[in-house]
């Protein structure tokens, strides 16, 4: 998690200078883009053509070599044929540029790549069909097939120690709950991390490890209309999050996401989980903890937005935009229990056929 004053908060007439020395190209329009703790604008440039900035926060900037590895995933996933954001290198050729930058709270380092814009809409602003969700559990499930083809030799710098957002790192956020008292939700998540460490912990050794983007999120995935009235997935964003975990993981984190917005939450968990077996099948651990992970998935996001909104006020609209849905998604979830929601979403995945709707399940039963 960055600290206060590390995310950047470039002027317009920065990000211009940027663009012209770094990248040799001329902007003529500048548009900020909504982001958790980095900076980003798209860029029309006269050159032709549209790029989105993307400057690290100072925090996460201290490591070049993460940021490095972050790029090179996005590459190997274009070149697989996924439709990856990439970066354009700089006038000497890089990749990435580590910039000495003062946005206001002295000269900091910011890492900044130029990265391409890719067409299309948030799948959080599109009606999401039960055949778009199938396609997010297969490409969720091929996006980390790929991610294990990558080389480096520092990639061991992606076992991110004490990194919030990393699933096995759930019980960190006990030290962050203070952020959440007298809130009627905090017991849950208070319970959510007890299970998580009787029930999850014990049973790690039985995951298939990976490496996860981390954050295949409603905001991160793009569409664009297809020829049957549907959509397509047509650009995977932010790998800023990108770390070592294990697949059944990454499933977890897009159950959750594509339950946000979603009018009939509930049936999510099926479909994406059907998509996700065409490629990857669950064996019994995986399976076992799948409800527990999408449960420990929403703490993580109530919590550290929380806690992000008292360090920056300014940005508490974004921050709040997956939690304060997600708080009731976390509650319906806990009030029906882990039997009741796996047997929705087992069985919704079993009888789920692609290009078709859900086929109807008995009403749930809120376990007493």
Not at 32 to 43: A, E, H
Request: glycine share 6%.
């Amino acid at each position: 998690m960055s600290a206060a004053n590390s995310k950047p908060n470039l002027s317009h007439a920065q990000v211009s200078e940027l663009v012209k020395r770094l990248f040799g190209l001329t902007p003529s329009q500048i548009s900020p883009l909504p982001s958790y703790d980095d900076q980003n604008f798209c860029v029309s440039v006269s050159e032709g053509g549209q790029y989105v900035l993307k400057v690290l926060n100072s925090t996460d900037s201290q490591n070049t070599v993460v940021a490095e590895l972050q790029t090179l995933a996005m590459a190997l996933l274009l070149q697989r044929g996924l439709p990856s954001q990439t970066a354009l290198p700089t006038v000497s050729g890089q990749l990435i540029s580590q910039e000495d930058i003062d946005c206001g709270f002295g000269r900091q380092k910011y890492v900044v790549r130029l990265l391409t814009y890719l067409p299309g809409t948030p799948i959080a602003k599109v009606p999401c069909s039960p055949q778009i969700l199938y396609e997010v559990g297969k490409m969720a499930a091929k996006m980390d097939l790929v991610l294990q083809e990558m080389k480096h030799p520092q990639l061991h710098l992606l076992n991110r120690g004490t990194f919030i957002w990393n699933l096995s790192n759930l019980p960190l956020l006990e030290s962050y709950l203070p952020v959440m008292d007298g809130d009627p939700v905090q017991p849950i998540v208070k319970a959510v991390i007890q299970q998580y460490q009787a029930r999850v912990l014990p049973r790690l050794s039985c995951f298939r490890k990976c490496l996860n983007h981390g954050d295949f999120n409603d905001h991160n995935i793009l569409v664009q209309p297809d020829d049957s009235a549907g959509y397509r997935i047509s650009g995977i964003l932010d790998f800023a999050d990108m770390s070592s975990g294990y697949y059944v993981y990454e499933l977890a984190i897009a159950i959750m996401y594509m339950m946000i917005e979603n009018p009939t939450p509930l049936d999510v968990g099926g479909v994406v989980l059907a998509g996700w077996e065409t490629v990857i099948p669950l064996n019994q651990a995986e399976r076992d903890s799948l409800y527990l992970l999408v449960l420990s998935r929403f703490c993580q996001s109530l919590v550290v937005a929380r806690h992000t909104v008292v360090q920056h006020p300014e940005n508490k609209e974004y921050l709040m935009i997956t939690a304060k849905t997600g708080i009731r998604h976390l509650c319906q979830l806990w009030e029906l229990g882990k039997e009741e929601v796996e047997r929705i979403w087992f069985e919704g995945a079993a009888r789920y056929v692609p290009g078709g709707d859900p086929v109807a399940l008995p009403e749930p039963k809120v376990v007493q």
